[in-house]
């Protein structure tokens, strides 16, 4: 499945956001996050964030990332705040930590999170 992945990547064409629950306020990202996928990933998770007591998204099965998707991590921490709870991103890939790191909001998305860097 991830050779297909990786094969529309090189194509071009986008790879479906994809949130899977884990449990006890885990989730697992998969796909991609960017301006074809940030819309339906932002209604997707909006509901994770009603009533929750600490969560975690772990980013490793993140494919592609642009500046859409690192604002998307921006407005999750937002809907975090909103909802008075945590959320710490895990696994946070190499490449997003660069696009953060340019735009000056590294700090926004890994502040306090050991786990947010690999």
Known sequence: MRSARVARIMAGSSVPFELIDEGQGRYRLEGELTFATAGEALKKTLAVFKDAHGLAFDLAGIARVDSAGVAL??????????????????????HVRAIARV????????AGWPEAVD
């Open 73 to 94: 991590l921006l407005e999750w921490m937002r809907q975090a705040a909103q909802a008075g709870t945590q959320l710490r991103y895990v696994h946070l890939p190499q």
């Open 103 to 110: 735009s000056g909001i590294e700090h926004l998305i890994s």
